[in-house]
Nanobody, 125 residues
Framework: VQLQASGGGLVEAGDSLRLSCAAS????????MGWFRQAPGKEREFVAVIDWNGARTYYVDSVKDRFTVSRDNAKKMVFLQMNSLKPEDTAVYYC???????????????????WGQGTQVTVSS
């Protein structure tokens, strides 16, 4: 699976952004998809994950009730809707694909074999 993320930008605290991730490859509909982020000077961290048909999702505590992950298997797309953004959400956001089909729940970097190039999200206070 090859991935390309987009949708980042510069917003103010309290604003919303929707990130998109376009995938290619024949295994997308059997693949768990995740979003990670990396802030300056910090390690990459898990943000959200969605299972292969969109029935299950899981989030890091810091984004629960603000972020929503979804997918469209027909279009091979994954989305991250981010509401009520905070300055601490500033980071480069990456989409990633699990390299093992039909595996739930995965949240660690090593579980994901394919990564997009990242999209910058900057939230000003």
């Amino acid at each position: 699976v090859q991935l390309q993320a987009s949708g980042g930008g510069l917003v103010e605290a309290g604003d919303s952004l929707r990130l998109s991730c376009a995938a290619s490859g024949r295994t997308f509909s059997s693949t768990v998809m995740g979003w990670f982020r990396q802030a300056p000077g910090k390690e990459r961290e898990f943000v959200a994950v969605i299972d292969w048909n969109g029935a299950r999702t899981y989030y890091v505590d810091s984004v629960k009730d603000r972020f929503t992950v979804s997918r469209d298997n027909a279009k091979k797309m994954v989305f991250l809707q981010m509401n009520s953004l905070k300055p601490e959400d500033t980071a480069v956001y990456y989409c990633a694909a699990d390299h093992v089909p039909f595996r739930w729940r995965v949240t660690t970097i090593s579980d994901f074999g394919s990564w997009g190039q990242g999209t910058q999200v900057t939230v000003s206070s």
